[in-house]
């Protein structure tokens, strides 16, 4: 196994769903070495769930990835980003509703930032034939969810899913 490992933030509604989606798809050696929910993109120093659940940090509910890119690309997890969320609603997923369920790709650098503008025009175009609402920025500040949060539709398999959260089937998008 590579060394080389790299860090993706994204952010696609309540973020149980997503860290569930991408550890099915892409954990147990297909790429995602950890996978962590958080808080990103807010104004906040230390923000807890229920002030983020106010609206009022400024912060999306996350997920932080480390992955190994000899396995799967930072694109194949943007694709997949896309494929697993409805980014055509503005600060909504399904019922969920409020900035903090927001649609954004935190991107680390300047290569990450040029793939996500590219994968998310094709995926306007090709895929959703619409304008999408995902916002693409620097990442910056990253806080941890408490731990209840991490795995937690892994320890309650009975929770709440968003219904926005399942896989589309879109055609690859060409390279």
């Known amino acids: 196994m590579s060394t080389n490992t790299q860090t993706a933030t994204v952010a696609a509604g309540c973020f149980w769903g997503v860290e569930h989606l991408f550890r099915k798809h892409f954990g147990n050696g297909k790429g995602v070495l950890e996978a962590k929910v958080g808080y990103s993109g807010g104004h906040s120093a230390n923000p807890s769930y229920r002030a983020v659940c106010t609206g009022e940090t400024g912060h999306a509910e996350a997920l932080q990835m480390t992955f190994d890119p000899s396995i799967v690309s930072y694109r194949s997890l943007?694709?997949?980003?896309y494929r697993m969320h409805d980014p055509t609603t503005l600060n909504?997923?399904?019922?969920?509703?409020?900035?903090?369920?927001?649609?954004?790709?935190?991107?680390?650098?300047?290569?990450?930032?040029?793939?996500?503008?590219?994968v998310t025009e094709k995926v306007s175009q090709e895929w959703y034939k619409q304008p999408v609402t995902t916002a693409i920025v620097?990442?910056?500040?990253?806080?941890?969810?408490?731990?209840?949060?991490?795995?937690?539709?892994?320890?309650?398999?009975?929770?709440?899913?968003?219904?926005a959260h399942f896989v589309r089937s879109f055609p690859p998008l060409s390279s």
């Not at 990450?112 to 503008?117: K, S």
């Open 92 to 118: 909504r997923q399904g019922g969920d509703i409020g900035t903090q369920y927001r649609s954004v790709i935190f991107t680390h650098g300047e290569e990450q930032d040029q793939i996500a503008r590219e």
């Open 78 to 81: 943007l694709e997949f980003f």
């Open 138 to 163: 620097g990442a910056g500040q990253w806080w941890d969810a408490e731990d209840y949060h991490q795995l937690y539709l892994t320890k309650n398999p009975d929770g709440y899913e968003c219904p």
